[in-house]
């Protein structure tokens, strides 16, 4: 019998490792919000004997007080509250409704809003994005885990959502803080009073409280992905998002206009007054809105370091996209449905590559070079850019590395510059990259 079993749980554990390693599906895999198990509520997670602990343990793996960084540091604790206040208030009556707690519009990436018979009796809509939110509702494996006897593979076969791995992590955060077929931020939604989505994985991952420890057991246990892997299929997940949208015109209109919030907001969002720099040689704006094309510079640049054949594809694909969006949908779907595929494939070679301190040095070599030609004109180009640069300094883990020390003394300034959006001037970015490049030259 319990032969019988183990062979069971192993075919269970086959099948979903084969589940995430074919790109095929992981893009299509459950989500913790959409899975079949029940969620029963922060409360459960969250006792003293539990992930509630005053202090971390010392004896434990893990450790043990994530319910405290939880609910008193992470922004996640308070995201059913921000539905609560005056701001959200006002978004939702702009929209026609009376109660943003009550649409499935805001509870959708505010809450862990799983179905009504997915809730056990201890679930708290108010809680917020709580555990089961990312570690996946907790009904098939919390015997298991609370018994002592399983281990991390166990509980993934038991229906624990993978947050330790690669593609997995770059999928849930994505899909609200990007947005997925089921949920997004449409332009509506901002004008309504939004605050801009902004996310780079890398970067987001760093400034969530951090409440799991990174020692020596945690890596025998689980997958810890470098800094510059995450940025790189960060990118890619964010990029099929919008490349997904544009390539069914169906999902990306509204009304007479395409989706808006597919395009570069900064675009349209500026003065008519702007100033006419008779240095540039020619005007890159022509009155037309061009699409957010960050991710797509973003893949040229990673390309050229994991598979050069790709890069031609992304090199050209802002251009094309931008001169079809001037001609007609049917083109601009057409040629985003072809980045899509160049963008699976670099999907695929990055389940077979780990980022190294010569590839890391590489791309932040790159930024800077591709910085300096200015090739980041508009703001969302930038402001990728700088958390670009940022991540793959992170990812040379030769902190006697030069070029690492250089680049890290020069972001303040690179910060400065990308501040407030209104005031970002390409040809400052540009110009302080130049310096840099001279440097690490
Ligand atoms: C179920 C939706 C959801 C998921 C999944 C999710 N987030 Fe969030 N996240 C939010 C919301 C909503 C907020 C804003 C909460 C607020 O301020 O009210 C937020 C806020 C944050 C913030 C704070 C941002 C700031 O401006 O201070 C960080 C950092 C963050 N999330 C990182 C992550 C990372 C990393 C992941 C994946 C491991 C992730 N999130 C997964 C919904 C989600
Ligand atoms: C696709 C997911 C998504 C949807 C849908 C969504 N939000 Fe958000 N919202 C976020 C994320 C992510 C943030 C945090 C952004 C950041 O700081 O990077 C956020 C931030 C906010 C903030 C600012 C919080 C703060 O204090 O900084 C408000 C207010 C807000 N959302 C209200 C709403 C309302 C009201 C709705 C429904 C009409 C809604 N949101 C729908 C994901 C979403
Ligand atoms: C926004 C998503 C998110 C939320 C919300 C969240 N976690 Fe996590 N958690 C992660 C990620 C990402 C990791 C790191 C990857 C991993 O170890 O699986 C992690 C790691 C952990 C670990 C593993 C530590 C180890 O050494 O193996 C524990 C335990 C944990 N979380 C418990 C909780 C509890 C309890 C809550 C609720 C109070 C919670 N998490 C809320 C995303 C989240
Ligand atoms: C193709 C042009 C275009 C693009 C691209 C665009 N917008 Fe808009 N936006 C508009 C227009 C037109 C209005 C409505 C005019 C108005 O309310 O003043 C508007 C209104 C808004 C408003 C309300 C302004 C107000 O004064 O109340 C916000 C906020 C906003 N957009 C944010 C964004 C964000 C964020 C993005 C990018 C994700 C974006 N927009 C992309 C054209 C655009």
Redo the contacts with the bound molecule.
Sequence with gaps: MSLFTNKLKYIIFIFVLINFFWSGSILSMDLPETSSAVHLGVKTCGNSTCHAAKKPWQISDVLQNEYITWSTMSRHSHAYKTLQGKRSKRIANNLGFEDPTKIALCLSCHADNVQLNKRGPLFDISDGVGCESCHGGAENWLGKHVSGTGNHQDNLALGMYPTDQLFAKAILCASCHVGNSKKS?I?RL????????VFELDTYLNNQPSHHRVDRDYLLRKNHPKNTELWAVGQIINTKYILGKLSDINQSRDGL??E??????????RSVTDKIDLNEPLAKKLGI??I?DSGIIMLGILSQIIAPELYDDFQRGPASLHRATAENMEKVALIAKNLNKSAELLMSKMENISFDDDMSENLLYLLIESASNGLFSDF?DAEQALMAIASSSAGITNNDSKLKKIVDSELNKFYELTQIAENFVPKDFQTHATELLYKIK
């Design positions: 931020v332009h901002y004008g309504a009073g939004h605050p801009r989505l206009f395409p808006l919030s597919l395009f570069d907001c900064h675009a349209c969002h809105p061009r957010n969302a």
